[in-house]
């Protein structure tokens, strides 16, 4: 089977287009996303082809149970986001940026690494008719200016958890609130975070190695309110 191509003069979002159908999340059917599924090439490739044609893992084109999570948490309690000014961080597919931009929140900002994931949050804005500030800039460390931040399944990794946890602190520390979409990561840090909502969240087995992940919304807490 040939790879994909990348784009070069192309925009990245003709790629996403191509790899992707527009479809409905189980756990949130109110919003579209353009993901990938068995039908397309990009659901077959392993992490190492990826990489072999230069394409960092597409995060973007799966509905992770995190994120569907956090989008339904969201969207079943808008006085969290309503009249706020909201930041998604690493943003994906920019399902829980989608989900906040419905809830009444009063800017939205969508952010992530992966330019391919801009361009798949571009398109699933369009698809759902709501305005996102959507940015690419590595954010871990910065004062960011937003009343909340949400990051759906952002502790999947030992040495991103360990740069994410003193900065989520800092910044609830300064007044942020955050809100964690996790289906049970390892590298969570239970003792920063106390629970507002559980989930069964369907998925795919071929990512999730299930049929549903129990998925849990937590808040994370100041340091001086552990």
Request: one cysteine or more.
């Amino acid at each position: 089977m040939t790879p994909p191509a990348l784009p070069s003069e192309d925009p990245r979002r003709r790629f996403v287009e191509a790899q992707t159908a527009r479809l409905r999340s189980p756990h949130v059917p109110e919003i579209v996303l353009h993901l990938a599924d068995e039908a397309h090439d990009l659901w077959l490739r392993t992490e190492e082809e990826l990489e072999a044609i230069g394409l960092p893992p597409p995060f973007w084109a799966f509905a992770w149970a995190g994120g569907q999570g956090l989008a339904r948490f969201v969207l079943d309690h808008p006085t969290e986001v309503r009249g706020a000014r909201v930041l998604d961080f690493a943003s994906g597919s920019g399902l829980v940026a989608i989900a906040a931009a419905m809830a009444g929140a009063s800017h939205v900002c969508a952010v992530d690494v992966d330019p391919f994931a801009l361009a798949a949050t571009r398109l699933n804005a369009e698809a759902n008719g709501v305005a996102l500030d959507i940015r690419s800039a590595d954010l871990v460390g910065s004062v960011v200016e937003a009343d909340i931040l949400l990051a759906g399944d952002v502790f999947y990794d030992r040495a991103f958890a360990e740069r994410l946890a003193p900065w989520f602190d800092h910044l609830a520390e300064a007044g942020t609130r955050i809100l964690v979409g996790d289906p049970g990561r390892a590298y969570l840090p239970r003792a920063h975070v106390t629970e507002c909502a559980v989930y069964e969240v369907p998925v795919t087995r071929a990512l999730e190695d299930a049929d549903v992940k129990r998925t849990t919304v937590w808040r994370w807490m100041p340091p001086g309110s552990r």
